[in-house]
């Protein structure tokens, strides 16, 4: 049974109403632009009701679409064509936000204005007869009307809710057409799209072509399509934004009429650069612990050693020949104990003391102060920024890159550090880091210099994040190496 038949048969609505409803059609069709009216002016005087309309022109309208509504109330035929265009009224009411309340009430003062005309027009049984057959067919419109009203409004809710949740995963998932164009897709991650729009766009302009290019995505696509089966990419390594990034991709085909294939994109950075974090901190404890304890047993005998060998030196004439040999080992003795150290430096826990901190004057000064012992290399600095950090550790850290910079350009060329709001980027002109270092650059004793300790960057990392922030390889407006000092942004 269809479930209109069950409602009138629910409500004893039967031919006799329907033949009621027919008759009192002539005395209520002249008085149709007098309800219309009415009806409206009664909505437009409460706010609540009145919000949902747009215009005057939209009031016409609804107007128009009243007559047909009364019309077919009282002509019928009341079958399921009639409870589907009642249906449809209860969704429009959800799509213009009409609160139910109001369909209760607007119904109710319909139905007066109705029984008024029909007991004007028909005095007697009749007369109360045909009103009990509006009353009816009232509730019937307003049962099928208010249902699909709660209907479609639950229906949005948890469409909403569900927008809700796919807008704030942590993932990007883009739908394919049969063209290769995006057909839908979930919030894009601005950090993977930046703010250009994704809808409507072809797969491969859509996605960075640095990440299509490092994953093979075309030909992956292309195998995923062909031979109908999902293809996972566990891990692609890919250089955006100056940075590498890693993600996993899952290209799974779909059969649907405006889906072909399901792009799945995680982003696996921050995970995989926290774990890594992770294990660094450990393996650095431990190497900490190992270097102090080595430092220690190395301090005292090179002191004793290096009283010595100056209580000896000074005992020989200047032209003994063994003079020049004396100062050597002397010499080689201040470079152990220099090791000894940045060991110490690096094994000791590195505390930060946060204030306000002018990174420009903070730079001002290491250029300076550095600057004035090599003349040869063009050093300079521009912009402007504060963090909250410890100052000290930031004179270190900014001092050390310069260093660094400075005797990687062997004399002559340029270093410019710029700065920025919680950031600072000291870049050179020299040969740059060769791609089988980048992975080892800050690693504790890794030196490509034959007279250095290997502990600076690690030092100066250390340092960083102690601060709350990092110091990676970076790139810049030079050719040469470039290392990003950011403070604030983690660890």
């Not at 099928?144 to 809710?161: C, N, V």
């Not at 990034?245 to 950075?269: C, G, K, M, Q, S």
């Not at 005992?315 to 004396?326: A, F, G, N, Q, T």
């Not at 201040?334 to 420009?360: G, M």
Request: hydrophobic letters at 45%; proline letters at 5%.
């Amino acid at each position: 049974m269809h479930p209109f038949d069950e409602m009138k048969s629910w409500m004893a609505f039967d031919v006799e109403d329907e033949r009621r409803l027919r008759t009192a059609w002539p005395a209520v069709e002249p008085r149709l632009d007098h309800l219309t009216t009415r009806f409206y002016e009664r909505i437009l005087a409460h706010p609540g009701a009145a919000a949902v309309f747009v215009d005057e022109a939209q009031v016409l309208r609804l107007k128009i679409t009243l007559r047909t509504w009364l019309e077919e109330l009282f002509l019928g035929p009341w079958d399921e064509a009639y409870f589907e265009r009642r249906e449809r009224i209860g969704r429009v009411h959800v799509q213009v936000r009409l609160a139910s309340r109001y369909m209760f009430t607007s119904m109710n003062t319909m139905r007066d204005d109705l029984m008024a005309i029909v007991l004007e027009a028909m005095p007697g049984p009749e007369g109360v007869a045909t009103c009990r057959s509006i009353a009816r067919i009232s509730d019937l419109d307003l049962a099928i009307m208010t249902g699909t009203y709660l209907e479609s409004r639950e229906a949005r809710q948890m469409e909403t809710l569900q927008d809700l949740i796919v807008s704030h995963m942590p993932v990007t998932v883009l739908l394919l057409d049969a063209n290769g164009d995006v057909s839908a897709a979930t919030r894009p991650s601005t950090r993977l799209f930046g703010d250009v729009p994704v809808l409507g766009r072809q797969w491969s302009d859509a996605l960075p072509p640095a990440l299509v290019v490092a994953a093979g995505l075309e030909e992956h696509m292309r195998r995923a399509i062909e031979e109908h089966r999902e293809i996972t990419l566990p891990r692609v390594d890919a250089p955006l934004d100056g940075q590498e990034r890693y993600f996993r991709i899952a290209i799974v085909p779909l059969d649907h009429p405006n889906a072909r294939v399901l792009v799945h994109l995680e982003e696996l950075t921050d995970a995989l650069r926290t774990e890594s974090r992770l294990q660094r901190s450990e393996s650095l404890a431990q190497l900490g612990a190992l270097s102090a304890a080595v430092a220690h047993e190395l301090r005292n005998p090179l002191a004793g050693i290096s009283g010595a060998i100056q209580v000896i030196g000074r005992s020989l004439p200047e032209e003994d020949r063994r003079k020049p040999i004396m100062n050597k080992v002397e010499e080689q003795v201040r470079r152990l104990d220099a090791l000894v150290t940045d060991l110490l430096d690096f094994a000791r826990p590195t505390t930060a003391r946060s204030t306000a901190v002018n990174l420009a004057d903070v730079v001002r000064s290491v250029v300076d102060l550095v600057q004035r012992d090599h003349p040869g290399v063009e050093i300079t600095s521009s912009g402007a920024g504060e963090c909250k950090a410890d100052s000290n550790l930031i004179h270190q850290i900014v001092l050390n890159l310069v260093l660094n910079a400075v005797q990687a350009l062997q004399g002559e060329g340029r270093v410019h550090v710029r700065v920025s709001p919680g950031r600072v980027l000291v870049n050179d002109d020299g040969p740059g880091v060769p791609p089988e270092n980048v992975d080892k650059i800050f690693s504790p004793f890794f030196t490509t210099r034959t007279r250095g300790t290997g502990l600076g960057l690690a030092i100066c990392r250390k340092a960083a994040g102690a601060m709350g922030g990092q110091l990676a390889l970076s790139t810049g407006p030079l050719k040469g190496a470039a290392f990003l000092l950011e403070i604030g942004v983690g660890s």
